[in-house]
Nanobody
Framework: QVQLVESGGGLVQAGGSLRLSCAASGRTSSSYTMAWFRQAPGKDGDFVTAIRGSGNNIDYADSVKGRFTISRDDAKNTVYLQMNSLKPEDTAVYYC????????????????WGQGTQVTVSS
């Protein structure tokens, strides 16, 4: 089993920045694909970004490219999401997911999830 705990959410003005963290424990591995998804009220969950292996293989949703950066520190079993130039439409609960496979943007492939952290961007 893998346990994931997100932190770092909060309220920020448009144009501001936040850094989310996802701390993993249990049977985790640096080979896991780690991802961030988000869910806004009344909407389906959307893929944000994923990082595979050592970090050279990264995908971003078009909506966050150039503004968000995912990274991982395997020594700390932690994945980060640096969010810059935040927009009101980035408002959502952000979830961290983990997959033992080399995986992409589909939620179905992620076996483990955190409880989520709220990000609210005011205009």
């Amino acid at each position: 089993q893998v346990q994931l705990v997100e932190s770092g959410g909060g309220l920020v003005q448009a144009g501001g920045s936040l850094r989310l963290s996802c701390a993993a424990s249990g049977r985790t591995s640096s080979s896991y694909t780690m991802a961030w998804f988000r869910q806004a009220p009344g909407k389906d969950g959307d893929f944000v970004t994923a990082i595979r292996g050592s970090g050279n293989n990264i995908d971003y949703a078009d909506s966050v490219k150039g503004r968000f950066t995912i990274s991982r520190d395997d020594a700390k079993n932690t994945v980060y999401l640096q969010m810059n130039s935040l927009k009101p439409e980035d408002t959502a609960v952000y979830y961290c997911g983990a997959s033992p496979r080399n995986w992409g943007s589909l939620r179905v492939g992620y076996n483990y999830w955190g409880q989520g952290t709220q990000v609210t961007v005011s205009s």
